[in-house]
């Protein structure tokens, strides 16, 4: 069975142009041209993942994402004239797994799409899978089978993208990642040299552990990043 994606923004060109896209790879689409209508569309259709504007009428992406993560962890792509790593930031606080900037490459889009069901239906998808051990590295506990990061016993709410990050670092304590090999093993896809998601997913990772998140990944300059053994 096709992956069904929802497709929501203003612009009728942006859906027409995602629509012929996706369907050539086999997806089915629904659309909605605004926020009320998508969050709709969420409710009656069964949606495997979701495109969303950040700028449309009615409700805007980032109240129909908050909708969203109310109720299903599934796959979202925020889509925007807004390319600041404040918009990108707010995107991840709310739960998107990915960001497209508009003007965008139809192909780069799609490609994101892919990735993103790739990873989120493989990784909690039907299959056995062997149990894995609870990570941990100082106050840090990851429990990868239940995708949970503890924090001094507080847990602490990750996305797909940003537990696969963590597992990453908490694996190889101390070792300095680029950001390539961090883009790599977090999205799945290959590192695109103007990509900044990173920087992005770092920010909001040090936000999450702590006021003074540096102290837990320190930035080495010039390198990448690295978790802290203690």
Do not use: H
């Amino acid at each position: 069975m096709a992956y069904r994606i929802l497709v929501a923004d203003d612009e009728t060109e942006i859906r027409d142009v995602l629509r012929l896209y996706l369907e050539k790879e086999g997806y089915e689409v629904v659309e909605a041209a605004d926020g009320p209508e998508a969050l709709r569309l969420l409710k009656q259709e069964k949606i495997d993942l979701a495109i969303l504007d950040i700028m449309m009428p009615g409700l805007d992406g980032y109240r129909v994402l908050r909708n969203i993560r109310e109720e299903s962890n599934l796959p979202v792509l925020m889509l925007s004239a807004k390319g600041s790593d404040s918009d990108k930031i707010l995107g991840l606080d709310l739960g998107a797994d990915d960001y497209i900037t508009k003007p965008f490459v139809p192909l780069e889009a799609v490609a994101r799409v892919k990735s993103n069901l790739r990873r989120f239906y493989a990784l909690g998808g039907g299959e056995e899978r062997t149990s894995e051990a609870a990570l941990q590295v100082g106050d840090l506990r990851l429990e990868p089978d239940a995708c949970l990061l503890y924090r001094k016993g507080e847990k602490i709410e990750l996305t797909s993208v940003e537990f696969r990050i963590v597992k990453l670092f908490m694996e190889n304590p101390g070792r300095v990642f680029t950001k390539q090999q961090i883009f790599e093993a977090g999205w799945g896809e290959t590192y695109m040299v103007s990509d900044n998601n990173v920087m992005v997913c770092i920010s909001k990772l040090r936000a999450k552990l702590d006021l003074d998140g540096r102290s837990y990944i320190s930035t080495i300059r010039g390198l990448g990043y690295r978790l802290e053994k203690e």
